[in-house]
C-alpha cells in the first residue's frame, strides 16, 4: 500500500514489524524516529495493530500510520482506524503527536487526509474522542472537519458523517 502524502507530511502505512519495533521502543537502522517517538499513545497503538494483525491479519487500509515530515522523513507522530469499518460503514481513528511537533497544524493536515482517504474507501462516518481538558484535539478534530457529537463525564466525542459517494475521489492505495 502507497503511503498517503499531503502538503508537509507523509502518512507511512505501518507493518507489523514497525509496529513492533514501536511497542519495543527499539528503532533499526531504517527507522528515522524524531525525538520523543513513540509517545506512550504511540505505543499503545501499536500493540493494538500487533494484536489484531496476529488474531485476524493486517487490516490495511484500515490500520495504523506514521506520520512523517516531508521534510527530513522524521516519524513526529501516529494516527490510524481503531479497525475496518463496521456493518453501518463508521470507524473510529486516534492520532498523536510528538510534543515538539504539535501546534504546527500537523495533526489536523494528517486527519483531513485520513477522513479524505476513509471516504474515498467507502467509510460513511468517523468517530474520534478526547479528554474534555484535551482543547487542541478539540481543536484538531474541528479543524479536519468533525463536529461535536455528545460527551460524558470523561471525554468529548467528534463525527463526521457523509452520504452519497464522494465527489471526485476514488479509492486510492
Known sequence: ???LVTARLILHPMTAGEAERVVSGE????????PGYPTPGDVIAARRF????AATGDPRPFGNYEIRRREDGRAIGGLGFHGPPDENG????????VPSARGRSYASEALRELLR???AHGVTSVK????HDNTPSHHVMTAAGMRPAGEDERLKYFEISWTGPAAGTGPRS
Do not use: H, K, Q
Open 1 to 3: 500500500m502507497n503511503p
Open 27 to 34: 528503532a533499526d537502522s531504517g527507522d528515522r524516529w524524531a
Open 50 to 53: 500487533v494484536e489484531a494483525c
Open 90 to 97: 463508521s470507524v473510529t481513528i486516534g492520532y498523536g503527536l
Open 117 to 119: 482517504f476513509a471516504r
Open 128 to 131: 474520534g474522542d478526547a479528554d
